[in-house]
């Protein structure tokens, strides 16, 4: 695995992303909670591959006041003509329809940031481009149940995981929300067992949802998949794996963004590296 620290080092190439595709803002509607469904349509859509449940795509949004520019690969980061670097955020394709080339977003506002007012504000029209996918989740056909955690920022891959896994396998859903009452329908799953906890005020991002599954218990083997702020992240991994013992190879648990930090959890605009477990 590259680090982000590895990865800017002078003189390094990474592997260049996949192109952007320039798409429109199609429709913008509310979910529920506080996420935004944000669909895009254009042309250069098409064919765009179906991904796994929980991939990824990189946004293009357009810098305040300026055209949308696509930026040039310059073999380590994305930068724009005049060397600025572009507004690129991660985000989870939620569905995508290649021959209609269509693709749709659930995005998160929860206040600044650039992708949060982008959702919160987008006109139809407007553009955008999209490049990816990114790698998604792997799912264990052998494990007996599954334990899938996340934030709101993780919604659109729960919402694709409990869609993709069979319906005989247990499934307990644990989500935290920022915002009593800001609840989402998921999809639903004959064996899934969904429990919402509400982070209290003041509390660390996560730590409502750390604590939910650290109470839940892993029984073995039950696969896990789990995404958040990066540090609550970081705090699961450490019980998992340093106070459970449980194996890696069970479970993915990937910080999808960072507490004070604007942009990807990973900064360069390049492509994501593996998170640990993966
Ligand atoms: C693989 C992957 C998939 C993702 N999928 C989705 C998705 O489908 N939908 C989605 O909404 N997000 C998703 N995210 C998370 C998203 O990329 C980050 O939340 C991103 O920081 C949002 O960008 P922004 O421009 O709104 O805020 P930024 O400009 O990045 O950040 C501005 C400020 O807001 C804070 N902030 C960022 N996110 C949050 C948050 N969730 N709650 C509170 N404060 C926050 C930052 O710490 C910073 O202080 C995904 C991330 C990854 C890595």
Redesign the pocket.
Known sequence: MVSGAEASLPGRQRREPPPFRRAVVARRSPLGGR?VRVTLAGPELEGFPVPPP???VRVL?PSPGSALVVPVWTGNEYLLPEGRRP?L??????AVDPERAVLE???????????????AGATVGSPVAVSGP?RGAVLDPGASAYLVAG???????VAQLLECLPATTAVTVVLET?EPGATVALPGHPGADVRWVVLPPGAR?GDALVRAVVETGIEPGTALWA???AAAMQRLRRHLFDELGLARSGAAV?????????????STGAP?APPPGG
């Not at 955020?89 to 939620?94: A, D, H, Q, W």
């Not at 934030?151 to 891959?157: F, I, K, Q, Y």
Request: glycine letters at 12%; charged letters at 20%; proline letters at 4%.
């Open positions: 996420l929980a991939a990824s949004l507004v955020r991660t985000l989870t394709p939620r977003l659930d995005v998160l506002v929860h206040g600044e940031g650039a992708a949060s007012q982008w959702a990114g934030d709101e920022t993780a919604l659109a891959a920022a991002p995404a958040g702020e990937r910080g999808y963004w960072k507490m004070g930090r604007a942009g990807d959890v990973e994501q």
